[in-house]
Nanobody, 121 residues
Framework: QVQLVESGGGLVQAGGSLRLSCAASGSVFKIKDMGWYRQIPGEQRESVAIITNEGSTNYADSVKGRFTISIDNAKNTVYLQMNRLKPEDTAVYYC???????????????WGQGTQVTVSS
């Protein structure tokens, strides 16, 4: 069993910053990759940023230059630093992780519970 616990969402004015955290716990042998997705009601969940355990990153075009994803492999935790936030960044942000749960290559893939980010204009 692996659990993902997110924190750091909230309400912020346009131009402000927030930092999201997501910690993986339980049967985590090693992180393969982690990422952040977001979803607005009635729309599909979209990828925001992804990072591998080696630090390779991929960002949605809409957040490049404003958001930074990072990972602490020792803590099995991924962070999303969000700067210069815009009202269109308002969404529920979900953490996603692909982890190895043992040294034999067994993997687990799942989602956090989501955290609301609201950016007021």
């Amino acid at each position: 069993q692996v659990q993902l616990v997110e924190s750091g969402g909230g309400l912020v004015q346009a131009g402000g910053s927030l930092r999201l955290s997501c910690a993986a716990s339980g049967s985590v042998f090693k992180i393969k990759d982690m990422g952040w997705y977001r979803q607005i009601p009635g729309e599909q969940r979209e990828s925001v940023a992804i990072i591998t355990n080696e630090g390779s990153t991929n960002y949605a075009d809409s957040v490049k230059g404003r958001f930074t994803i990072s990972i602490d492999n020792a803590k099995n935790t991924v962070y999303l630093q969000m700067n210069r936030l815009k009202p269109e960044d308002t969404a529920v942000y979900y953490c996603n992780a692909l982890v190895w749960y043992d040294q034999h290559g067994g993997t687990w893939h799942g989602w956090g519970q989501g955290t609301q980010v609201t950016v007021s204009s």
